[in-house]
């Protein structure tokens, strides 16, 4: 079982950055996928990102396409999420996510990862 921590959240002016990490213990991540999702208060959560280690060039919201960038380093067992040119409607809390093998076909669709870790707060002031 893989334990998944994020980190990197925090509050940021509106056109300012940050990089969230997503770091696994317990084992390395499955050879499939590992995405970034986001939930606003009273929102469903969505799909931010993703990243596929099948070698598929990595996805992307069209809301933050442009400006989020998805990378992973592989002997530190993380991914991260680069977030620039923030804006006040990106405030939500990020939560990383391992994904099954349905993710090689679903990538965006929550339901085929099964590990999801415990979220970091990022509040975009205006």
């Known amino acids: 079982q893989v334990q998944l921590v994020e980190s990197g959240g925090g509050l940021v002016q509106a056109g300012g950055s940050l990089r969230l990490s997503c770091a696994a213990s317990?084992?390395?991540?499955?050879?499939?996928?590992v995405g970034w999702f986001r939930q606003a208060p009273g929102k469903e959560r969505e799909f931010v990102a993703v990243?596929?280690?099948?070698?598929?060039?990595?996805d992307y919201a069209d809301s933050v396409e442009g400006r989020f960038t998805i990378s992973r380093d592989n002997a530190k067992n993380t991914v991260y999420l680069q977030m620039n040119s923030l804006k006040p409607e990106d405030t939500a809390v990020y939560y990383c996510a391992e994904g099954s093998s349905g993710s090689y076909y679903r990538p965006r669709d929550l339901k085929v990862y099964d590990y999801w870790g415990q979220g970091t707060q990022v509040t975009v002031s205006s």
């Open positions: 990243i596929r280690w099948s070698g598929s060039p990595a």
């Open positions: 317990g084992r390395t991540f499955s050879r499939y996928a």
